[in-house]
């Protein structure tokens, strides 16, 4: 099962644009990679998913190098709002166990 | 709104109890999962379930225990309470396994144990 390693917290004023990295080097080959946001007491909340390259929403950007063994989710322009919980997760397809990190903390100040 | 309801929202109990969560997973989501949050952690997967059937098994407790039922609906039983086991417990549905990782949350039960 690949493990994620994630800083536990960032810190960012408005308007600027974040990337919060990801480690995940024994990552599978089926495996892709998620990011999810939670504020305090809500459920998390899916934000993007990739498998290799880049990845581009209405919310955020996903950058993955060709080796996979990281990944980088960038919001930009944040705002006080996206202060949150952002966790990284990799998916075993196969298996379905769905673990979480330990999350990056960020903390948007005006 | 993700569309995963779970009730109740908030319980309080004493040790040595025992509690029912219930999950109602979105329309046509065949898998449901639950998830542990104590404060200031992580989420630990308990438990997954394929319609009906148990599919894949975290950092479940032997106390807890879970079942999915006919209707898709789960349960998840939490049995001799310890003050540990206060926290906010989720239930996450997607449409179908294996999937890519998009899960839908509800908003938790949040369990406290005195």
């Known amino acids: 099962l690949a493990k994620t390693t994630q800083p536990i917290s960032m810190d960012s004023y408005e308007g600027q644009e974040v990337n919060i990295t990801c480690s995940h080097n024994n990552i599978a080959t089926n495996d892709y990679i998620t990011w999810y946001q939670q504020f305090p007491s809500q459920g998390p909340r899916f934000i993007i998913q990739g498998y290799k390259t880049k990845v581009t929403n209405e919310v955020a950007s996903l950058f993955i190098p060709a080796d996979r063994k990281s990944s980088t989710l960038s919001l930009p322009r944040v705002s006080l709002s996206d202060t949150a919980v952002y966790y990284c997760l990799v998916g075993d397809i196969n298996f379905n166990k769905f673990y979480f990190g330990s999350g990056t903390k960020l903390n948007v100040k005006p | 709104d993700s569309g995963v309801t779970q009730t109740p929202k908030h319980l309080i109990t004493a040790t040595g109890q025992r509690v029912t969560l219930r999950c109602s997973p979105r329309s046509g989501d065949l898998s449901v999962y639950w998830y542990q949050q104590s404060l200031d952690q992580g989420l630990q997967f308990l438990i997954q379930y394929y319609n009906g059937e148990e599919r894949a098994k975290g950092n479940i407790l032997e106390r807890f225990s879970a079942q999915q039922f006919p209707d898709l609906h789960s349960e998840l039983n939490l049995s001799s309470l310890e003050l540990g086991d206060s926290a906010l417990y989720f239930c996450?549905?997607?449409?179908?396994?294996?999937?890519?990782?998009?899960?839908?949350f509800g908003e938790g039960s949040r369990l406290t144990v005195l």
């Open positions: 996450a549905s997607s449409v179908t396994t294996p999937n890519t990782g998009e899960l839908f």
